[in-house]
C-alpha cells in the first residue's frame, strides 16, 4: 500500500451510514489504498445512539476517526462526539445552516461550535470558509460521483434540455422558481429517476444539463455526475465555488447569472455543435480526473494526513 507505515497516519476508523445516498463507499475503498481502514456501517436507528452502538470501539487502536453520517441522527449526541479524539467529520449539507427557510438553519453552526476539536471536510468552498471565520476548524473538500455508476454511454440525446431532481422541498425554492420560469422558453425537461442504471440512462438522454444550485452555496453531486455523463453542464455561477474546483466558463462548463445570459448562451452553443461538443468532452474528462470517487479517496488521504498530527 502506497507510504503506509512512512507518514502519520496508519489505522482508521471509518463510520458510515448504511442507506446513504449518494454512497461513498468507493471513495473510503480507494482511501483504504494508502492507510488501513476499518469500516464500521450503521443503521438510522443505530446513529441515534452512537454511544450505545459503538460501545464495542476502542478509539485508541486508531490514529483518525472519520464520520460520514446522517447530521439529523447525530447533531444531538455532540457530548459523546466531543471525546472523540482525532475525529473528521464529512459535512455536505452544512448550507442549510445558511438558508433561513431551512428547518436546519443554525444549527450546524451550532453543533461544529459544540465539538471544538472535530476537523469538518466541508463540500463547499465558499461555505468552509464561512465556518472557519465562525471559529469551526474546517476544510473544503469537493463532493464526488461514483463512475461505476455514472458514466457517458455514447448514445443520442434526445432531450435537448434537462434537469434531474428535487424541487419539492424549500431549501430548493429558488431552484424551483428558476427552472420552472425557465421552462416559459426553453423546453426544459424536469425529471425524477431512480438511482444507479436509471438515472444513468436518464443523464445520458440529456444534452444540456440545466442546474440551478441557486442560494446554496455549493455545487451539488448532480453537477459532477451531469458532466461526467456527458452532458453540457450549465450551472448558476457562484464566484469563488468556480475557482476552488477548476471550472472554466465555456471550456469545460456553461455559466450563468441571469436567464437572460443563459438563453444566450445555449442559443450560440446550439448554433456552435462543435464548441458545444468540446464543452461537453472537457467537462467529462475533468471530472472523471477531479470528482470521481476514486481520485478522491486520494485526496483525502492528503487532507486527513496534513491535519491529523495538529488534532489534539
Given at each position: 500500500m502506497p507510504g503506509r507505515g512512512?507518514?502519520?497516519?496508519?489505522?482508521?476508523?471509518?463510520?458510515?451510514?448504511?442507506?446513504?445516498?449518494?454512497?461513498?463507499?468507493?471513495?473510503?475503498?480507494?482511501?483504504?489504498?494508502?492507510?488501513?481502514v476499518d469500516v464500521i456501517r450503521l443503521s438510522?436507528?443505530?446513529?441515534?445512539?452512537?454511544?450505545?452502538?459503538?460501545?464495542?470501539?476502542?478509539?485508541?487502536?486508531?490514529?483518525?476517526?472519520?464520520?460520514?453520517?446522517?447530521?439529523?441522527?447525530?447533531?444531538?449526541?455532540?457530548?459523546?462526539?466531543?471525546?472523540?479524539?482525532?475525529?473528521?467529520i464529512y459535512e455536505e449539507d452544512a448550507c442549510q445552516n445558511f438558508i433561513e427557510v431551512s428547518r436546519w438553519h443554525g444549527k450546524f453552526l451550532q453543533f461544529y461550535r459544540r465539538v471544538p476539536r472535530a476537523r469538518v471536510l466541508c463540500t463547499g468552498v465558499g461555505l468552509a470558509a464561512r465556518l472557519r471565520r465562525a471559529g469551526v476548524d474546517a476544510h473544503f473538500f469537493p463532493k464526488g460521483f461514483d463512475e461505476t455508476i455514472v458514466w457517458d454511454e455514447g448514445v443520442e440525446r434526445d432531450i435537448p434540455y434537462g434537469f434531474v431532481g428535487r424541487l419539492a422541498s424549500d431549501t430548493y425554492r429558488e431552484r424551483r422558481e428558476f427552472l420552472v420560469d425557465l421552462q416559459k422558453s426553453i423546453p426544459l425537461q424536469i425529471l425524477r429517476s431512480k438511482p444507479g442504471e436509471a438515472y444513468r440512462n436518464t443523464l445520458n438522454r440529456i444534452n444540456?444539463?440545466?442546474?440551478?444550485?441557486?442560494?446554496?452555496?455549493?455545487?451539488?453531486?448532480?453537477?459532477?455526475?451531469?458532466?461526467?455523463?456527458?452532458?453540457?453542464?450549465?450551472?448558476?455561477?457562484?464566484?469563488?465555488?468556480?475557482?476552488?474546483?477548476?471550472?472554466?466558463?465555456?471550456?469545460?462548463?456553461?455559466?450563468?447569472?441571469?436567464?437572460?445570459?443563459?438563453?444566450?448562451?445555449?442559443?450560440?452553443?446550439?448554433?456552435?455543435?462543435?464548441?458545444?461538443?468540446?464543452?461537453?468532452?472537457?467537462?467529462?474528462?475533468?471530472?472523471?480526473?477531479?470528482?470521481?470517487?476514486?481520485?478522491?479517496?486520494?485526496?483525502?488521504?492528503?487532507?486527513?494526513?496534513?491535519?491529523?498530527?495538529?488534532?489534539?
Open positions: 512512512s507518514l502519520s497516519i496508519n489505522r482508521c476508523l471509518v463510520i458510515l451510514s448504511t442507506n446513504r445516498m449518494p454512497d461513498n463507499r468507493a471513495m473510503y475503498e480507494a482511501f483504504s489504498e494508502y492507510v488501513a438510522s436507528d443505530e446513529q441515534k445512539n452512537l454511544k450505545k452502538s459503538l460501545k464495542e470501539v476502542n478509539y485508541k487502536n486508531y490514529d483518525i476517526v472519520i464520520f460520514d453520517l446522517f447530521f439529523k441522527r447525530i447533531y444531538k449526541q455532540y457530548r459523546y462526539i466531543n471525546k472523540i479524539h482525532n475525529l473528521f444540456f444539463f440545466v442546474s440551478a444550485d441557486i442560494g446554496l452555496g455549493e455545487y451539488m453531486i448532480k453537477n459532477f455526475e451531469a458532466m461526467a455523463a456527458g452532458c453540457v453542464l450549465c450551472a448558476f455561477g457562484q464566484g469563488e465555488e468556480e475557482v476552488g474546483l477548476g471550472l472554466v466558463d465555456m471550456e469545460n462548463i456553461v455559466l450563468y447569472s441571469n436567464q437572460g445570459e443563459l438563453l444566450a448562451k445555449l442559443e450560440a452553443l446550439t448554433e456552435n455543435e462543435e464548441l458545444s461538443r468540446s464543452i461537453a468532452t472537457c467537462g467529462r474528462e475533468y471530472a472523471k480526473n477531479n470528482f470521481s470517487l476514486k481520485v478522491l479517496g486520494k485526496k483525502l488521504f492528503q487532507i486527513v494526513e496534513k491535519n491529523t498530527s495538529l488534532v489534539g
